[in-house]
Antibody, heavy 111, light 112 residues
Framework: QVQLKESGPGLVQPSQTLSLTCTVSGFSLTSNSVHWVRQPPGKGLEWVGAIWSGGSTDYNSALKSRLSISRDTSKSQVFLKMNSLQTEDTAIYFC?????WGQGVMVTVSS | DIVMTQGALPNPVPSGESASITCQSSKSLLHSNGKTYLNWYLQRPGQSPQLLIYWMSTRASGVSDRFSGSGSGTDFTLKISSVEAEDVGVYYCQQFLEYPFTFGSGTKLEIK
């Protein structure tokens, strides 16, 4: 059964770095891509970026300068790191393969 | 970036009636391979999005046949025949032809 589960801190201070982990099961990261999507409270969905089966990455150009996506295939984990966080980065962060989604993790940027 | 524009619904929709949600892209999503790179999702209150339709008109596994997708290269429609209480939520279209994979702003469905 294919599953994805996000984890990470619920609260991050402004200007700090966000680190999230997506732990997957039921499929191999070396054969499949994983995407990150975020959703500010009460708003719509925004594609953040992706890591492909070969390990290459693509990012939303609006976030590219602050964003890094990587993985550890031996642990079946995908990582998202975003620096210089602002209050506008407050959102639910999902990892997904589009046909299956994680439950999401709420991240609040506040001092 | 490709801009996705969604239409609104005349909420609330009476139970048992049909509902059509429109989505327009700023660029054709029809690839030279003949496939149209458009997904439809439903996000029920408090839940993660659920894929309903991919390649513009192919239903995802386990999705009711009350949901159907159609369209051209830039204009798309998600039709829900005979809406039910479980269909309540926000519907999103998404293009996955080019990065960033942009979403529409969402269309809310309420049932009467």
């Amino acid at each position: 059964q294919v599953q994805l589960k996000e984890s990470g801190p619920g609260l991050v201070q402004p200007s700090q770095t966000l680190s999230l982990t997506c732990t997957v099961s039921g499929f191999s990261l070396t054969s499949n891509s994983v995407h990150w999507v975020r959703q500010p409270p009460g708003k719509g969905l925004e594609w953040v970026g992706a890591i492909w089966s070969g390990g290459s990455t693509d990012y939303n150009s609006a976030l590219k300068s602050r964003l890094s996506i990587s993985r550890d295939t031996s642990k079946s984990q995908v990582f998202l790191k975003m620096n210089s966080l602002q209050t506008e980065d407050t959102a639910i962060y999902f990892c997904t393969r589009f046909w299956v989604w994680g439950q999401g993790v709420m991240v609040t940027v506040s001092s | 970036d490709i801009v996705m524009t969604q239409g609104a619904l005349p909420n609330p929709v009476p139970s048992g009636e049909s509902a059509s949600i429109t989505c327009q892209s700023s660029k054709s999503l029809l690839h030279s391979n003949g496939k149209t790179y458009l997904n439809w999702y439903l996000q029920r209150p408090g839940q993660s999005p659920q894929l309903l339709i991919y390649w513009m008109s192919t239903r995802a596994s386990g999705v009711s046949d009350r949901f159907s997708g159609s369209g051209s290269g830039t204009d798309f429609t998600l039709k829900i025949s005979s809406v039910e209480a479980e269909d309540v939520g926000v519907y999103y279209c998404q293009q996955f032809l080019e990065y960033p994979f942009t979403f529409g702003s969402g269309t809310k469905l309420e049932i009467k």
